[in-house]
């Protein structure tokens, strides 16, 4: 079993910044990649970045393209989604996801609870 505990979310002006924090915890032998994703009202869930454990790298949707930066803490199995100049399309429900590796090889993909990101005009 895996659990996936999400914070750093609130209310924060248009041009403000928030960073949220995710971590990972539970029968894990590695994890391959861990990201965000962004659930808004009345819009399908959308992935917001992702960074990947065997190279490093990140990707991010267009929207968060310099603006957000997603990285990453292997040996504590978190990752953070540092989010600046937000804008009130960011708002919605934050979830963290992770690729995870169990000690008998089997793969699965888990999600946090969310946490609520609003950014007010």
């Known amino acids: 079993q895996v659990q996936l505990v999400e914070s750093g979310g609130g209310l924060v002006q248009a041009g403000g910044s928030l960073r949220l924090s995710c971590k990972a915890s539970?029968?894990?032998?590695?994890?391959?990649?861990m990201g965000w994703f962004r659930q808004a009202p009345g819009k399908q869930r959308e992935l917001v970045a992702v960074a990947y454990s065997d190279n490093g790298m990140t990707t991010y949707r267009d929207s968060a393209q310099g603006r957000f930066t997603i990285s990453r803490d292997n040996a504590k199995n978190m990752v953070y989604l540092q989010m600046n100049s937000l804008k009130p399309e960011d708002t919605g429900v934050y979830l963290c996801?992770?690729?995870?590796?169990?000690?008998?090889?089997?793969?699965?993909?888990?999600w946090g609870q969310g946490t609520q990101v609003t950014v007010s005009s």
């Open positions: 539970g029968t894990i032998f590695s994890i391959k990649a």
């Open positions: 996801n992770a690729d995870v590796i169990t000690p008998n090889g089997m793969g699965y993909a888990y």
